[in-house]
């Protein structure tokens, strides 16, 4: 199972990310995660990535579809994976499509969250205060201020990904704003169970 988890920050793409590597044994290949951990580890990729993450713009399309192809290539992906948060813009689906078509590989779906974006700034906070009271460590860009960045950099760059898979017929848009087992359940029908 290849696929694809679209839709704005805050809408739930992690949740059920996990969800879904559990279900299918596959992981879950998140550009944040992975240029969260470049930046951690100070490697040139996330020197050149972290003010412009923590601000709430988008990273440049060359860094993370050179991450990304050299991640699906990964023993650990051969099965399939869970694409969360890439592609965010047309040219990066456009990457993945030559990345995929030269790997022999296809996707098998791409789902939306749709969510409701009055909604998100409270999830945001939410996840921030979650993430506090556990003793973790607040996302730099889990703020009010990158926040709205982020919403438009999705409204700009990010939307327009949904569109391109629309246009090719593959695109399943499911309830994000139901309950998380309700939206696991949308999801899994879509997938076909
Ligand atoms: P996320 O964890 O998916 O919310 O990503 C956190 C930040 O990493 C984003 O706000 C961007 O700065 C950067 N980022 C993650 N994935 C991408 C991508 N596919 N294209 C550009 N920037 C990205």
Sequence with gaps: MRLILLGPPGAGKGTQAARLMEKYNIPQLSTGDMLRAAVKAGTPTGLRAKSVMDAGGLVSDEIVVGIIA??????????GFILDGFPRTVAQA???????ARNDMR???????????????????????????AGGVVRADDNPEAFKVRLD??????APVSAYYAG?????????MAPI????????????G
């Design 107 to 133: 996707l098998d779906a791409i789902v939306e969250l749709k969510v409701d974006e009055a909604a998100l700034l409270a999830r945001i906070e939410k996840r921030a205060r979650e993430t506090v009271a």
């Design 153 to 158: 950099a999705y409204r700009a760059q990010t």
């Design 94 to 100: 456009e990457a993945l499509d030559t990345l995929l």
């Design 181 to 192: 087992d309700a939206v696991t359940a949308a999801i899994n029908g879509a997938l076909g």
């Design 70 to 79: 050299d991640r699906i290539r990964e023993a650990d992906a051969r099965n």
């Design 168 to 176: 090719k017929g593959g695109l399943k848009t499911v309830d994000g």
